[in-house]
């Protein structure tokens, strides 16, 4: 089936009073990107009809119409066949036409909405005599004119949307349904304009300023032809940046882009810094005939054509690597590496990738005819793709951090979000207990003096209880944001464990304990660590056992070495225990392990949190044990040995009462 008939004739003649005007193809190209992106950034589901005229432009847009599929189910997409393209009803509708139909020589964009309209109906002309002589490589594409309407009026968008839709129709009338659909959504809709905005005014600076753009370039085709591929080449890694961010992504188009574009025998893009000495090859262009290095190792230390590109930061080259000895700029004659032999490499150039002086990977290029010299305009080319992929590569890194970044910022936003249901209970409660008690010591002052003693005790320990909640937060916040400045020294850990038992009995006076027993042996190596904070986490581990174990359990501290540079300190009890599941999350911020917000055991979930950057900051690690529920559990906590103290004769363990060193307060816990 073929239709010679032209759409843009049709329109004019069902319109008389339009007029056309010419267009160049970049232009057509921005008022339909203009088109699209309005649909992408609506919320409206507006019919979409595009004529591409021939499938290799369409598989140019391909995937953004995908995207444009996902606002609306009135998609519809017509273009002339050439490999695969054909009628398919998928995200949206294909249409295939015959290449002998009129829409082969024309380019249509509809988009209709509710509250929108706009359309733009092409068609292309043929070269005039004075346009014949524009450089192929570049007015091939670039000087296309078409003629033909772009509109915003509503009349003309539903007169060139309902020709298309009859020209669809000849092709896929089991469309007929959907088609109909569309017509009683649409077409009835007497809304003109865009979203009560006239956009002729600026249409027309838009379609004068593009024009006159157009013509500049004409002018200029014959001076910037050399410029055409090294731009295009740039374009087509930007585009892989904009598509992912991934490295391995922009390596390689890069790889292939250039490999093409020089029609090297291979081309090769790594990663790598001035001291390593192995890459792995991912990324190559070759040749059909030229072997290829993907996954190989690539030697780098005994290479001197490598080693004289990373010293100097600038591009070197062996036009014959053949050759019994090399002669680089900068350095005696050395003999050539194995690849040479190995690989067949006739020539070789190195460029590398380079930001604010630093290293980040190698451009290769390898000829393997014989001797070869590369032209200057190649060697710019090479040079120009080097710096992109190095801009590239930072961007890269950049939107790593950025990821770290955000999740970062949503830890903190949960973090919020736990401190608002954390104050509303942790402060809110004590502060009312608080209140009832003073109100009713100021009210009553005849209140037996056993109940105000009952009234002051209950205030005073909901007051205590609101202060370690807010130290509580002070201390991970100091923590977590990196503002502590460690005073490392060596201690013993028998120091340590005498003062958190001291702190912890002050604290809990008054209260039934497990049985606390301590295996620390005296000739245990000294401990680098700052001995305040190493307290802190102590006190809090026993504090944890303590509260989850009954009177009549036991709690163990053992401390040993780790093998290596570490000493391990444990501390088990007989208590509660931890589900295996959860053995990992006990560390995060506001865990309880009855919830936050119903809890018998008091405190307030930043315990184990505070420990576990405590520990991370002295350079150690920290983890649980349990078998399980109501059997027991065990917290591991490494630290390290003092660097000049791992064979040290055993000395005496100091007293909590005779301290080695000056003994440091624990933190409030």
Same mark, same amino acid.
């Given at each position: 089936?073929? +239709?010679?008939?032209?759409?843009?004739?049709?329109?004019?003649?069902?319109?008389?009073?339009?007029?056309?005007?010419?267009?160049?193809?970049?232009?057509?190209?921005a008022l339909s990107h203009a088109m699209e992106d309005q649909v992408l950034a609506g919320r409206d589901r507006p019919l979409v009809i595009a004529n591409f005229q021939r499938e290799r432009y369409y598989r140019q847009e391909a995937n953004r119409y995908l995207r444009i599929a996902a606002r609306t189910d009135q998609v519809y997409v017509l273009a002339a066949p050439e490999t695969d393209f054909k009628h398919q009803s998928d995200h949206y509708e294909t249409i295939a036409f015959e290449p002998t139909d009129g829409l082969a020589q024309e380019w249509h964009l509809v988009v209709l909405g509710t509250n929108y309209a706009s359309c733009l109906i092409c068609r292309e002309r043929q070269p005039s005599a004075t346009e014949a002589d524009i450089p192929p490589t570049l007015g091939l594409d670039q000087g296309r004119r078409f003629e033909g309407i772009w509109t915003f009026d509503r009349q003309v968008v539903c007169t060139a949307a309902q020709l298309l839709l009859d020209r669809i129709l000849q092709y896929r009338p089991e469309l007929a349904t959907k088609i109909a659909t569309v017509q009683q959504t649409f077409f009835p809709q007497t809304t003109t304009g865009f979203q009560g905005?006239?956009?002729?005014?600026?249409?027309?600076?838009?379609?004068?300023?593009?024009?006159?753009?157009?013509?500049?370039?004409?002018?200029?085709?014959?001076?910037?032809?050399?410029?055409?591929?090294?731009e295009r080449l740039v374009n087509s890694i930007m585009i892989a940046v904009r598509r992912s961010l991934n490295p391995d992504d922009i390596l390689s188009v890069a790889v292939q882009e250039l490999g093409q574009a020089l029609q090297a025998s291979r081309c090769l893009i790594y990663r790598c810094k001035e001291t390593d000495t192995q890459v792995p090859i991912q990324h190559e262009y070759r040749q059909s005939e030229v072997a290829s290095l993907v996954g190989q190792t690539w030697n780098l230390g005994s290479n001197p054509l490598f080693q004289a590109v990373a010293a100097h930061k600038e591009q070197r080259m062996v036009e014959d690597a053949s050759a019994s000895q090399w002669s680089l700029p900068g350095q005696p004659e050395v003999t050539p590496p194995a690849p040479v032999q190995e690989w067949g490499i006739g020539a070789w150039l190195m460029v590398p990738v380079v930001h604010q002086n630093r290293l980040l990977g190698m451009v290769e290029v390898h000829h393997c005819g014989g001797a070869y010299r590369w032209s200057e305009a190649s060697l710019e080319l090479i040079e120009a793709i080097a710096t992109q992929i190095g801009v590239a590569l930072i961007q890269a890194e950049a939107y790593a951090n950025l990821e770290d970044f955000n999740q970062q910022l949503e830890a903190l936003d949960r973090t919020r979000s736990n401190l608002i249901a954390i104050t509303g209970h942790e402060l809110r409660t004590p502060l009312s207990t608080i209140q009832v008690c003073l109100e009713s010591l100021a009210s009553e002052p005849d209140m037996p003096l056993e109940l105000q003693q009952v009234m002051l005790k209950s205030a005073?320990?909901?007051?205590?209880?609101?202060?370690?909640?807010?130290?509580?937060?002070?201390?991970?916040?100091?923590l977590e944001s990196g503002r502590v400045r460690w005073h490392l020294e060596p201690l013993p850990i028998q120091e340590c464990v005498d003062l958190a038992?001291?702190?912890?009995?002050?604290?809990?006076?008054?209260?039934?304990?497990?049985?606390?027993?301590?295996?620390?042996?005296?000739?245990?190596?000294?401990? +680098?660590?700052?001995?305040?904070?190493?307290?802190?986490?102590?006190?809090?581990l026993l504090d944890n056992a303590c509260k989850f174990t009954d009177p009549e359990?036991?709690?163990?501290?053992?401390?040993?070495? +780790?093998?290596?540079?570490?000493?391990?300190? /444990?501390?088990?009890?007989?208590?509660?225990?931890?589900?295996? +599941?959860?053995?990992?999350?006990?560390?995060?911020?506001?865990?309880?392990?009855?919830?936050?917000?119903?809890?018998? /055991?008091?405190?307030?979930?930043?315990?184990?949190?505070?420990?576990?950057q405590i520990v991370l900051g002295l350079g150690g690690q920290i983890w649980?044990?349990?078998?399980?529920?109501?059997?027991?559990?065990?917290?591991?906590? /490494?630290?390290?040995?003092?660097?000049?103290?791992?064979?040290?004769?055993?000395?005496?363990?100091?007293?909590?009462?005779q301290p080695r060193k000056k003994q440091r307060s624990a933190k409030g816990t």
């Open positions: 089936m073929s +239709n010679s008939a032209s759409v843009l004739e049709d329109l004019l003649h069902t319109l008389p009073d339009l007029r056309s005007q010419i267009y160049f193809k970049p232009s057509l190209t905005v006239d956009p002729g005014p600026f249409a027309e600076r838009l379609v004068t300023y593009l024009q006159a753009g157009q013509y500049k370039l004409l002018k200029a085709y014959r001076s910037i032809s050399m410029q055409e591929q090294k005073l320990s909901d007051a205590d209880r609101m202060r370690k909640l807010i130290q509580d937060f002070l201390t991970l916040s100091q038992l001291s702190s912890l009995r002050a604290r809990q006076k008054g209260t039934s304990l497990p049985e606390i027993t301590t295996q620390v042996p005296a000739e245990l190596p000294l401990v +680098n660590v700052d001995g305040e904070w190493v307290v802190e986490v102590l006190a809090k359990g036991k709690v163990l501290i053992e401390a040993h070495p +780790n093998g290596g540079q570490m000493l391990e300190v /444990t501390v088990a009890d007989t208590g509660r225990g931890i589900e295996p +599941n959860r053995l990992e999350i006990v560390f995060d911020r506001f865990y309880q392990e009855e919830g936050a917000l119903r809890r018998s /055991t008091g405190g307030t979930g930043l315990g184990l949190a505070i420990c576990r649980a044990e349990s078998a399980g529920k109501d059997r027991g559990s065990t917290f591991h906590l /490494t630290l390290p040995i003092s660097p000049n103290d791992e064979e040290r004769t055993p000395t005496p363990t100091p007293t909590p009462t």
